[in-house]
């Protein structure tokens, strides 16, 4: 399953397109072009924590769990500073963030200034939701947690390269995965990194 389509499913789409003030159509274009960074930055984390995935499950706890998809979802109004957080630890800097933003609105067709917004309440459904299906799996003697957000990291993050590549030409929006992924790796966000001159955390 694409990361789009579990956005659409868990609501978020439509909770952030309301919090917005933009349709849904404009949301997915936005998710998008934000996702293959975001889903970059959480894979970097699990490299980089000493006990891999694991550490990467503790991280989702102590930065929120479940909770940070709940926030998004209420119909009250999201707590960004929980999702600015997340991307403190998955981009390292508000730089990063910003590059983030300003590549994605050449490719989504939303001003830069919604896509600031989107960017931590999309960390946090995507953090939430990770969080959420790893205490599932943790709970499953036959899906053991830390295989599971491996699985789920891994599949989410080759759904969405496969999304990019298949995206119809006319929208433009996942073509940002292949236009700032410089090295080919189907990672964007170092190159990223290197673009604002930031090394990876």
Known sequence: MQI????????????MARELGIDEAQAAN???????AILGGFKKQAQA??????????????LGGGGLL???LSPQPTNVNRGN?????IFGSKDVSRAVAQNAASTSGLE???????LPMLAMVVAGYLA?????????????????????????????????RNAAAGTGAAAIGSMIDLNGDGNPLDDILR??????R
């Open 4 to 15: 789009n389509d579990i956005l659409a499913q868990t609501g978020g789409l439509q909770s």
């Open 30 to 36: 936005g998710a998008a072009a934000l996702l293959p």
């Open 49 to 62: 924590q000493p006990t891999g995935l694991e550490g990467l499950g503790g991280l989702l706890g102590q």
């Open 70 to 72: 709940d926030d998004v």
């Open 85 to 89: 957080d997340v991307l403190g630890q």
């Open 112 to 118: 830069p200034s919604v896509l600031k917004k989107m």
């Open 132 to 164: 959420k299906q790893r205490g599932g799996a943790a709970a499953s003697p036959s899906a053991p947690g830390r295989g599971g957000l491996g699985g789920l990291l891994g599949s989410l993050f080759g759904g969405q390269r496969a999304g990019a």
């Open 195 to 200: 673009m604002v001159g930031k090394t990876p």
